[in-house]
Every structure is written in C-alpha cells, then in structure tokens.
C-alpha cells in the first residue's frame, strides 16, 4: 500500500471520481472511499498506455526510408532485439508470428518500470495487480496459441511426458507447473520492482549529490532487465506451446 498519491492520481480522483467508480461498478466492485476511487497503479498504467499511443501516432506519421529520425531507429532497434530472441526461442518462422505481443509486453513493461524514475510518479509494476494481468496475458495466449497450432489433443499430449507409463504422475505435475507459471512471472516482476523503488527512495533521502544519479542508472537497468526478464520466459512458454515434438 503506497503512502502517498500521485499529482496526476489525485487529478483523476478530483475530476473523475465519477466514472472511476462507474468502472469499478462494471466489475462489481466497490471503493474503500468512494471520493477517491482511482489507485496509483490504475492511473499509472493508463498513462504509460497513452505514451506508447502517442509514440506509435508520431512515429508511424515519421516513418520514412531515406531519412529515418532517432525515434524509428529508437524503435527499429527494440524490434529487431525483439525478433531476434523471438527466433532464438521459438523458431525462426514460428517466432515471428508472435513479435506482437512480445514486443507490446516489452515496450509496455519497460515504459512502466521506468516511469517511477520521473518524480512525483510511481511505476506500476510495483502494484502486485499490474504484474499479475502482463502474467495472466501472457499464460493465457501460450494456452491459446498451443490450441490452435496443435489441436485439443496433441496439445495435451504435451502435459502427458516422454513415457507413456509415467503420464498418470506427469499429468498432475505438468499441470502444477504451467499454474505455477503466471505466478512466477508475477512475483518476479512484482518483488523486483518494488524492492528496487524502495531502495532507490531510501538512498534518495540520505544524499542529493552523487547518490540520486546511480540509484537511477541502477533502476533503468533494473526496469530493462525486468522487462526483459519477463518477455524471454513468455518465449520460452510458447516455444513449449507450439512445439510439434517432445
């Protein structure tokens, strides 16, 4: 639970306090204080979804061949990054297929964690809920991906293991393993993240000189890690998905 709220939190509880708990009535829930219905991390999250909006508006009305500006190459550079794991991964044609959502977790998840570096704002991912849906996205479309290529039963054949005799003992645990998978990816992200703004808060208010510029250069690192952290397991998940053979 955080002991402060953001300026821009406190902005959207000022002005739509309102329609924040019209949002929460949709999912049957309630405030704690209806005067107050937006969260940091609700608020957080919205605004790095419209930094990567705008990003993308204005990169895609400068795209160009000849003359390309910082940010195509900027971009250019994540994606090609993103691709190139993707292929290691998951296969050199399968891999592409699924750029989107990589790069969309990544981008988005790198945006979040670094936002807490801008004063007065906090990073999202350090909310346990923001880590826990980029989980349940991510366990979700390996599922779902793992369908669709292979079919209802040569997919589950994946949960069945090499030996036909030892499937009755593999079947639990194989499910235990990918349930434990989301949870995994959320505790990681989450416990990083904010055992990292916390750290970084503490040495902030002991020294203003040198401190403050190595306590950032070590969470942008963090963040980039993280990120990326988080996107390679999410790979590795639908490699195992898709693959036709074990």
């Not at 959207?12 to 949002?23: S, T, V």
């Not at 995994?184 to 510029?213: C, D, K, W």
């Not at 990326?228 to 397991?233: A, C, Q, R």
Request: net charge negative; proline share 6%.
């Amino acid at each position: 639970m955080t002991t402060h709220e953001a300026w821009l939190t406190q902005l959207f509880n000022h002005y739509l306090a309102g329609p924040g708990n019209a949002l929460l009535a949709l999912f049957h829930l309630t405030a704690a204080d209806p005067k107050e219905p937006w969260a940091d991390f609700i608020v957080m999250q919205l605004l790095v979804a419209a930094i990567m909006i705008v990003l993308f508006l204005i990169l895609r009305s400068r795209l160009s061949v000849d003359k390309p500006g910082k940010l195509q190459h900027l971009f250019e550079l994540i994606h090609g990054f993103v691709v190139e794991q993707a292929e290691d991964q998951v296969g050199h044609h399968e891999g592409r297929h699924h750029v989107v959502l990589f790069e969309t977790l990544f981008i988005f998840l790198l945006l979040a964690n670094l936002i807490g570096i801008v004063p007065q704002f906090v990073s999202p991912t350090q909310a346990v809920y923001v880590p826990a849906g980029c989980a349940l996205v991510a366990f979700l479309y390996y599922n779902i991906v793992g369908l669709k290529k292979n079919g209802p039963l040569k997919y589950g054949k994946h949960f069945l293991g090499p030996i036909p005799i030892m499937a009755p003992l593999m079947i639990p645990i194989e499910i235990i393993s990918h349930l434990a998978r989301p949870l995994s990816l959320t505790i990681r992200l989450f416990a990083n993240m904010y055992a990292g703004e916390q750290v970084t808060l503490v040495f902030l208010s002991l020294t203003y000189l040198v401190g403050p510029a190595i306590f950032m250069g070590l969470h942008v690192f963090v963040s980039l890690l993280q990120a990326y952290i988080f996107v390679l397991l999410t790979m590795m998940y639908v490699a195992g998905a898709v693959a036709e053979e074990h």
